[in-house]
């Protein structure tokens, strides 16, 4: 089982960061349902915040839960995604991901 952390850092200004979550709200369903899914949420900055919180207003993590590579990938290439993507380029500066296992 894999955990996928992409950190996700929109232009400056909240309707970026909304134009994103809105068209994640928009797959999120479908996603869920796919082959090797186990999960699937996107999740912004708690507030008010506590003294060893950072913030950024700019940025949207997607925690995700992928059977295998394999299924991870297959989920890169669906429609949906591509149209996500297509979707956001015009609201997204940067993408960081992080593929994760569990070491015991």
Same mark, same amino acid.
């Given at each position: 089982?894999? $955990?996928?952390?992409?950190?996700?850092? $929109? +232009? *400056?200004?909240?309707? +970026?960061?909304?134009?994103? !979550?809105?068209?994640?709200?928009?797959?999120?369903?479908?996603? !869920?349902?796919?082959?090797? =899914?186990?999960?699937?949420?996107?999740?912004?900055? %708690? !507030?008010?915040?506590?003294?060893? &919180?950072?913030?950024? &207003?700019?940025?949207?993590?997607?925690?995700?839960?992928?059977?295998? $590579?394999? +299924?991870?990938?297959? +989920?890169?290439?669906?429609? %949906?995604?591509? &149209?996500? /993507? *297509?979707?956001?380029?015009? %609201?997204?500066?940067?993408?960081?991901?992080?593929?994760?296992?569990? =070491? /015991?």
């Amino acid at each position: 089982m894999l $955990t996928i952390i992409a950190e996700i850092y $929109t +232009h *400056e200004g909240a309707e +970026h960061r909304q134009a994103v !979550l809105d068209a994640f709200q928009k797959i999120i369903p479908t996603v !869920l349902t796919e082959n090797g =899914c186990h999960g699937y949420e996107s999740l912004i900055d %708690h !507030l008010p915040a506590i003294e060893m &919180q950072a913030l950024n &207003q700019n940025s949207i993590v997607m925690l995700e839960k992928w059977q295998s $590579t394999e +299924h991870l990938e297959a +989920h890169m290439q669906t429609a %949906h995604m591509k &149209q996500y /993507f *297509e979707a956001t380029k015009a %609201h997204v500066a940067n993408v960081k991901v992080r593929i994760l296992e569990a =070491c /015991f």
